[in-house]
C-alpha cells in the first residue's frame, strides 16, 4: 500500500528525520491549554498542529511519530482530547512541538472550535496544520468543511505563515480496492483544498507492521525548518 521512494536522496533525508525524534524518552508532554490565554505562555519552538474527525486515530498516530506508546492517551471512546496538547520533541530544551487538537464532528463542542481557531489565526510558531482522513471512512462532511475552512484561509491571509497536509489513517483496514479507495481519496482532498499538499498514507496497527511513519516524520521536520 505504502508508495515510498526509492532514490538514495530520499533514505538519506528519512534518515535525517529519524534522528531527530530517535530519542523517544526525551519527549515531554508540556502543557493542555484549554483556553486562549495560556498560550501566550508557552515557549518558541516550531510547531505542527494535528486536527481530524474525533477517533480517527490521531492519538495512535502520534504515538508512533514520536516513538512513544503511551505518551498521548489512546481510547476507542471519541473526544477524549478536549484541549491542545503541546508535546516536545528531542532532548532539552526540544527541537519542535507537536500539538494534538481536539478532535472535530459529532463530538466536538464549539468552544473546542473557537479555541483552536484562534490558534491558527494568531500563532506565530505554526509551520504545518496536519488533517487527517480514515481510509475506510474516506472524505465526510465534517472533513470538507475542515479542508474548506483551512484552504480559504491559505488562500485569503497574506500573513499565513503555515501549510496545510493531509494524512491518510487506518490504510490497512482497506482490503480489495484499497489503491482505488486511496486515489479518490485523494481527489477529493485535492478538489476540495488545492493547496493541500500530496497526502501521507499511513497505518499504526496495534498488531503488525506501521508505515508511513518515516514519511510524516520527515514532513515534520521539513516543515519546521530541521530539514532542507
Not at 529519524?18 to 490565554?37: C, H, R
Not at 468543511?145 to 484552504?151: C, F, N, Q, T
Request: glycine letters at 8%; one cysteine or more.
Amino acid at each position: 500500500m505504502r508508495r515510498a521512494g526509492s532514490s538514495g536522496s530520499s533514505r538519506f533525508i528519512s534518515s535525517k528525520a529519524n534522528v531527530i525524534f530517535k530519542d523517544a524518552k526525551s519527549a515531554e508532554f508540556l502543557a493542555a491549554v484549554g483556553d486562549k490565554e495560556s498560550l501566550s505562555l508557552l515557549g518558541r519552538l516550531p510547531e505542527v498542529v494535528v486536527t481530524g474527525r474525533a477517533n480517527v486515530g490521531k492519538s495512535s498516530l502520534l504515538n508512533s511519530v514520536i516513538g512513544r506508546r503511551d505518551l498521548l492517551f489512546t481510547s476507542k471512546k471519541a473526544g477524549r482530547t478536549q484541549t491542545l496538547n503541546f508535546f516536545r520533541v528531542g532532548s532539552h530544551p526540544g527541537r519542535l512541538i507537536v500539538v494534538d487538537s481536539p478532535g472535530y464532528g459529532a463530538r466536538g463542542r464549539p468552544e473546542w472550535g473557537d479555541l483552536f481557531n484562534h490558534y491558527l489565526e494568531t500563532r506565530k510558531q505554526l509551520r504545518r496544520v496536519f488533517i487527517l482522513i480514515s481510509a475506510a471512512h474516506g472524505v465526510c462532511a465534517t472533513d470538507e468543511a475542515m479542508l474548506s475552512s483551512l484552504d480559504a484561509q491559505i488562500q485569503s491571509l497574506d500573513s499565513t505563515c503555515w501549510t496545510l497536509q493531509a494524512i491518510i489513517t487506518r490504510a490497512d483496514a482497506l482490503k480489495t480496492n484499497g489503491r482505488a479507495q486511496i486515489s479518490q481519496i485523494e481527489q477529493d482532498i485535492f478538489r476540495i483544498a488545492p493547496t493541500c499538499l500530496p497526502a501521507i498514507v499511513t497505518s499504526c496497527p496495534s498488531k503488525g507492521i506501521a508505515f508511513g511513519i518515516d514519511e510524516v516524520r520527515k514532513s515534520i521536520s521539513h516543515a519546521c525548518g530541521i530539514l532542507p
